[in-house]
Structure formats: C-alpha cells, structure tokens
C-alpha cells in the first residue's frame, strides 16, 4: 500500500500523475496520489483538476500559502497509508520501473531516497546557475549518497514509513523556502533511522532562472540562519554553518562580510552570466550568511 503525496506551487503536475498512476496500475499496488497546491490560485490548476478524474487521485488547491513544510506535513496527514512517498511537482520520471524500485527497497528500512539528477543541457543561458549547481554539486549516486548517510538525503524523491514521518514532520515555523530537508534529515539522524540510498532519480524539471535561484538560495541560508540561532541543529551536519562557526572561532567573518557587502553586487552580476562560477557561488554564500548572522 502507497500514498504517492506531491507538493506543488503554480505548476501543472498532470503529466507526472499520469505516469505515476500508470506504474502504480501495472504494479496491481493498492495506491493514492495526493497532490496539493499551495494558494497559488493559478491558472494551471485547470488542468490539474483533471487528477480527481484518475482513480485513487487527489488534486487540493489550497486558498492560502502555507509553505512547503505545513504543506507536506499536510499531505501526510491526509494519507491513508504507512508508506509515503514524497515527489516535488516539478519531477519527471525517468524510470520506467520507478515505482516497482521503491516496492523492492522499502522492506526493513525506514526511509529510501532515490536521489535526482539535472538534464544534460539546458536551452537558455539564465539557467545555468541552477543547472550548473545541480549537475556538479547537488547529482550523485547511490554509492556516494551512502558515504554521508543522513547529510545527502532531502525529500524531493523519498519514500518514508508514515509512523516514522510522524516522529518528526516539517517544522511549520520555516515559512520561506530552503533548508526544511535540512532539519528533517538531522532529526532523522537524531533517532538514527534506518536509511537507504538507491539509483532511482527523477529529473528535476524547473529549472529555475539564475536571479530567481539566487533569490532562493538566501531565503533557504535565511531559514538555516534561523534553525542555528534556535539551537535545532548541529553545525558540523551543515558544510556551510560548520564554515560559518570556524570562521566565527577565529574572527574572520568581519573580514567575509566586508568582502560581501564590497563585492556582492560585481559577484551578482558573474553569477548570472552564461558562464557562472561555484567557487564565486560559494563566496556569495558563505558572505551573505556572515553580513547577516550575529
């Protein structure tokens, strides 16, 4: 039995649901597909309607925006069974055996993640921040997921026991975009769940333009800042805030946040070019989180 719970915001997600109901069918799986948008009022969600006309599918729009935690938090409570599978709304299945992977994975193991991989181009050159950024940092295998068992799982493509997901939910105070997978996988490794990495990657479809992905990424450090200052995560699980404290330790992040508010705006500029430099990025980063924390 399987709650296939997707998350979506101003995107149409039919097709998705399409294939994924396809697999399920095929599996001869008791199933569900929840599928809630979040108060983005859009248009596209026309055609998103046309899921409640699939078996054992869902579509909500939400009126308001509640942020992607309260969102997957509430998809999971509406979930009839133990194991959930959490998709984002902008995946695309690239695995015709997809869902029979995760059947075959979940015996004895509490969580199982997939992974995701980016295309191998893409078709404009404000893109290539974001897409850059996934190819080379964010794409890896199973194998060398399971080197850092808990740091490298998030939950655009997991699939988690329903007892287990409720031992810990989202954190519904991060309202903002970013890090919420964070803090769950740190309290996943608090109660040191059983997990599983495994090659069965969705595509990541939406990729975001390099301005709108910049934008992003400081609401998401803007969340880790706030998860720091609360004490609800260890520095060292985080590469960033591990950085940040020894930097800290050592009274260098005068230095750093001088660097950031002289050169932010240059840096800014070469991040959104067509040939946009990680290591800059990650000046960019680690400067704007030391302009900002106290």
């Not at 008791?30 to 859009?42: C, M, R």
């Not at 974001?130 to 493509?157: I, P």
């Not at 954190?171 to 997990?195: C, I, M, P, R, W």
């Not at 800290?248 to 070469?270: A, D, S």
Request: charge should be positive; hydrophobic fraction near 40%.
């Amino acid at each position: 039995m399987l709650s296939i719970l997707i998350p979506t915001y101003n995107y149409n997600v039919y097709n998705l649901v399409l294939e994924l109901h396809k697999q399920c069918v095929e599996s001869e799986i008791i199933f569900e597909i929840i599928v809630i948008d979040d108060g983005s009022n859009s248009q596209t969600n026309e055609i998103n309607n046309q899921i409640n006309l699939l078996k054992n599918s869902t579509f909500i729009p939400l009126d308001k925006n509640i942020g992607l935690s309260s969102n997957r938090n509430l998809l999971a409570s509406r979930a009839n069974y133990e194991n959930l599978l959490f998709i984002d709304g902008d995946s695309i299945i690239i695995n015709p055996n997809y869902i029979k992977n995760y059947l075959s994975a979940i015996e004895d193991f509490n969580v199982v993640y997939g992974g995701r991989v980016h295309p191998k181009t893409v078709n404009s050159s404000k893109q290539k921040l974001r897409w850059k950024y996934g190819r080379m940092v964010e794409d890896k295998t199973a194998l060398q997921r399971n080197l850092a068992l808990y740091k490298t799982l998030m939950f655009n493509n997991t699939l988690i026991k329903k007892s287990r997901f409720n031992e810990i939910k989202f954190d519904s105070n991060l309202t903002k975009y970013g890090h919420e997978d964070t803090l769950f996988a740190y309290e996943v490794s608090l109660l040191q769940l059983k997990v599983k990495h495994i090659d069965n990657a969705i595509e990541h479809g939406d990729i975001d333009e390099s301005k709108i992905f910049i934008s992003k990424i400081k609401n998401g450090l803007d969340n880790l800042i706030s998860i720091d200052l609360s004490n609800k995560i260890d520095p060292e699980f985080v590469k960033i805030l591990k950085l940040y404290h020894f930097l800290k330790k050592y009274n260098l992040t005068f230095i750093l946040n001088v660097f950031y508010k002289l050169f932010n705006k240059i840096i800014y500029k070469q991040l959104i070019s067509k040939n946009p430099s990680l290591f800059l990025f990650n000046l960019y980063r680690i400067g704007y989180v030391c302009s900002l924390k106290k």
